[in-house]
């Protein structure tokens, strides 16, 4: 099996930073496109930011210039970096990615990670 574990999140002061992890973890499987989600009580779950296959970042115009997704395919790990944290950045965040399980799928697959409650407070 294939799974997405997250570590990472808290409770934080505005203005002060956090960083968030992902792994994907489990053997014979290849990880295609990965991306940050968040979803704060009562809204929509929104895109922070997403890594393509050839490794170009896209972010959230709400996050841009705060906050930095890095890749690390050799061991299969997805982290965001959170500067400058406001309180809007509440929020249960959540990484996912396109895996395919060799000799099991024929195609790519969506998976989500457990989620991570980040808290932005004075």
């Known amino acids: 099996q294939v799974q997405l574990v997250q570590s990472g999140g808290g409770l934080v002061q505005p203005g002060g930073s956090l960083r968030l992890s992902c792994v994907a973890s489990?053997?014979?499987?290849?990880?295609?496109?990965m991306a940050w989600y968040r979803q704060a009580p009562g809204k929509q779950r929104e895109l922070v930011a997403n890594?393509?296959?050839?490794?170009?970042?896209n972010y959230a115009d709400s996050v841009q210039g705060r906050f930095t997704m890095s890749r690390d395919n050799a061991e299969n790990t997805l982290s965001l970096q959170m500067n400058s944290l406001k309180p809007e950045d509440t929020a249960v965040y959540y990484c996912s990615a396109w895996i395919k399980r060799f000799y099991t799928d024929i195609g790519y697959k969506y998976y989500w990670g457990q989620g991570t409650q980040v808290t932005v407070s004075s």
């Open positions: 489990g053997s014979a499987f290849s990880v295609g496109a």
């Open positions: 890594i393509t296959s050839a490794g170009r970042n």
